[in-house]
T-cell receptor
Framework: DAGITQSPRYKITETGRQVTLMCHQT?????MFWYRQDLGHGLRLIYY???????DKGEVPDGYVVSRSKTENFPLTLESATRSQTSVYFC?????????????FGPGTRLTVT | KNQVEQSPQSLIILEGKNCTLQ??????????LRWYKQDTGRGPVSLTI?????NTKSNGRYTATLDADTKQSSLHITASQLSDSASYIC???????????FGSGTRLSIRP
């Protein structure tokens, strides 16, 4: 099916563990983004990627690592999870970073760090 | 400082009524403004995208307005339906540094 998918949809992990959230899009969009959404905050950009092998930090990158070896995939890794990283994570894709083009969001991954 | 403020934080209206959500921003230089609808447990979905030269844009029962001089936008929902219950997020993009700033959203509840 066409679109943008995320996996897993729900994840519970322990403090200190490494966890990877997956994102896959079928439109061949150049740009992909990772956001986190917490109560009381708007969506906050963690990392984004302009193309395969090109990534850059957003406003809250600490504690996260990304890679993009293929245009369609953009995994987000928490190298050593902390309780403050409990959040809902959204992946998005677009033809451009901030121009008047739609960003298409995935369904989200709800991550709980215990 | 580049900010996007939305009001009210939450709103409850009866089915069939109209409502207007507000978005004020201080983002400069302005590139475009978007309104998203986010249903509970789902990702945001775009409703409208407006550039500097556009002051009104409609998508079905949703009408967005933009006043670039006062840096204000509104989203008007006509004849509300139960399915309109969601969070509505205003997003403003800067043309320099290609930065996107998200508002915290308005939580709208439609009661039968």
């Amino acid at each position: 099916d066409a679109g943008i998918t995320q996996s897993p949809r729900y994840k519970i992990t322990e403090t200190g563990r490494q966890v990877t959230l997956m994102c896959h899009q079928t439109w061949s969009h150049s740009y992909m983004f990772w956001y986190r959404q917490d109560l009381g905050h708007g969506l906050r950009l963690i990392y984004y990627s302009a193309a395969a092998d090109i990534t850059d930090k957003g406003e809250v990158p600490d504690g996260y690592v990304v890679s993009r070896s293929k245009t369609e995939n953009f995994p987000l890794t928490l190298e050593s999870a902390t309780r403050s990283q409990t959040s809902v994570y959204f992946c998005a894709s677009s033809v451009e970073r901030s121009g008047p083009y739609e960003q298409y969001f995935g369904p989200g991954t709800r991550l709980t760090v215990t | 400082k580049n900010q996007v403020e939305q009001s009210p934080q939450s709103l409850i209206i009866l089915e069939g009524k109209n409502c207007t959500l507000q978005c004020n921003y201080t983002v400069s230089p302005f590139s475009n403004l978007r309104w998203y609808k986010q249903d509970t447990g789902r990702g945001p979905v775009s409703l409208t995208i407006m550039t500097f030269s556009e002051n009104t844009k409609s998508n079905g029962r949703y009408t967005a307005t933009l006043d670039a001089d006062t840096k204000q936008s509104s989203l008007h929902i006509t004849a509300s339906q139960l399915s309109d219950s969601a969070s509505y997020i205003c997003v403003v993009s800067r043309s320099s540094a290609s930065k996107i700033i998200f508002g915290s959203g308005t939580r709208l509840s439609i009661r039968p």
